[in-house]
């Protein structure tokens, strides 16, 4: 979707905010929202329906909020769309009949449960990959109108194939927990192919994408 | 049961919008409340996780694997083949890091990562992200004029040495390998580790300070 999570390229947003912006958490109910949102407490989520969710927030909401205010109010909807609290519950403020509590975990649980939560996106190849490294491909002008992974600024563009990584779970599809794989590679574009003339020629940026989103040049 | 609809999803973000205060810290509070009430979380775990990330999971892990990159050409050529399986052997998989990349800076390359479309990150190698590594500005412009981002960095990069941003907007993650700095021969690698920074494992730094080591 040409949502306004879609920022890279744009302009107006001023300097980076480095000086204000080196400790992670800023307040404590962000450090708070941080941990509901590690443990995973809206499981039947996909992280690309968790993604998608954020690009559906108002837009104004979207780009005056601080990160962790996005994923609060998004975490909101997702529970509330997943049914697992309501907008009454929420209104209220506290659940009429409480489940047994969870049972606490240690920072050294938590430490050993990173570990095992590396996941791979690959998927076994059911297709022949239609380009290979070295190849130049253009990619697509138009999206979906839902989650999809091409941004803006490097639509209807040409750049080159450097890697192959067999298929890997297809976001567009994921969003809607439908779970396919497509053939990712990795393009680069020059910067001049992607912001004109005055860009440094030796400046390259570097994309993952889909097949579905290319096309050969 | 998620609903995976577009439509839905945008509804309830817009009632949320006109009915709830907007205040973060109510909206977190209501949040954690529920949750806990709904047996899907002991508050504990919450502090769990937050001591987890600042105490044993952060950018000293990071900083290990460049250390050993950079006295250890064996191990480099493994990172540099393939980092999802060069950091098992540290431990240090887990979070964002099932396909993870290793872009060594040289003296003619500056790699450089951002997510521009959300605010991917190596988490399990890294830590938590930098709030700047969330802002706006830098997720919109360290893609079109990376060479003005770094300077606000204090990074004077010169004009022939080339700048490789790498947009992570797919499951790849990627961690920069800096350059060891002049005068750190026969340093080990704890002192080595000492000298390299977060930003210089995402690419908002370049050169290393050896001096406070």
Redesign the interface.
Known sequence: ?DGI???????G??????T?????????????????A??G??P???ID?F????E???PG?Y?T?????KW??N???????????T?E???R???LD??????????????DQ?????????VPEDAPAAFAPGDTVRTLRQIT???T?L?A??RDCEGEVIAH?GC??F?DEG???RHVGQH?Y?V?FT?RE??GQDA?P?????????ESYLVPA | MSTFDSKHAADLHRHLHSHLPSDPALRVKALESLAVEKGLIAPETVDAWVEAYSEHIGPMRGAKVVARAWVAPEFKARLLADATEAIKEFGFEGNATGHLHAAENTDDTHNMVVCTLCSCYPFSILGMSPAWYKSAAYRARAVREPRAVLAEFGVDLPEDVAVRVWDSTAELRYLVVPQRPAGTDGWDEERLAGIVTRNSMIGTDRVLKTGAA
Not at chain 1, 99 to 108: G, I, S, V
């Open positions: 979707m999570h879609d920022l890279g390229g744009k302009e947003h001023g300097p980076v905010p480095v204000d912006g080196d400790a992670p958490f800023a307040h404590d109910w962000e450090q708070r929202m941080w941990g509901l590690r443990e407490i809206c039947s989520m996909t329906w993604r998608h969710g954020l559906l927030m108002v909401d780009l909020f601080s990160y962790f205010q609060a109010t975490y909101l909807m997702l529970m509330i769309d997943a049914g697992q609290i907008l519950e929420l209104e403020g506290y659940v409480p489940a047994d509590p969870a049972k606490a975990k240690t920072a050294d649980q938590i430490v990173v570990r095992r939560a590396c996941v791979d996106f690959s109108h839902n989650h992974r941004p600024y490097a990584h890997h779970l976001p969003a809607h927990n990712l990795t680069s910067a992607l912001w440094n030796r400046d390259s940026v570097t994309l993952e994408l889909w």
